[in-house]
């Protein structure tokens, strides 16, 4: 009997790591105060109706301004990695006086891949081997009394 319970945990100890898990990622504010939003508004307004953003930004030459709130979902199965299957991204686009001049909904239908360039630069520097480590660290740390964390 006792095998038996033995052999019942050890398999429901494997299937419960086949089990799908979610991980969300990100925060957003409610649909109530997402849909509060009006064309025109200012950008204290929208920041005080909605909170702090993921993202701030200013980067278009004509002074234009965006916030971004966002969240996705992901989900795992035992060791496999995760996989988004839900993404929401709200933009908002401020004018160089602070207005609201338009905003998007993304999901993840709208993403764009991009193929990551996977070549590497090499740093040159001098490499040390482990005989010129061990021997440029003697006598760098204090094991006499006092403080060990503090450097001499």
């Keep these: 009997m006792k ?5 019942f945990l050890v398999l429901m100890g494997l299937l419960s790591a086949c089990g799908l898990e979610s991980y969300p990622g990100g ?4 649909q109530a ?18 909170g702090s ?11 234009t301004t965006f916030l971004i709130y966002a969240q996705n979902l992901k989900k795992s199965r035992a060791f496999l990695d995760p996989k988004e299957v839900k993404r929401d991204v709200y933009v908002y686009y401020f004018d160089k006086n602070s207005k609201l001049t338009d ?3 993304l999901t993840l239908d709208d993403a764009q891949k991009i193929s990551y360039d996977s070549s590497e630069t090499k740093v040159e520097g001098r490499e040390l081997s482990l005989l010129d480590q061990i021997v440029q660290n003697f006598g ?6 006092g403080d060990s964390s503090v450097r001499r």
């Design 103 to 105: 905003f998007q909904h």
């Design 140 to 145: 760098r740390y204090n094991t006499g009394s």
């Design 27 to 30: 925060d957003l504010p409610t």
């Design 33 to 50: 105060r997402l849909s509060a939003i009006k064309k025109g508004a200012t950008k204290e307004k929208v920041l005080q109706i909605l």
């Design 53 to 63: 953003p993921a993202t701030q930004s200013t980067t278009l030459s004509d002074g």
């Design 3 to 7: 095998k038996h319970i033995g052999i």
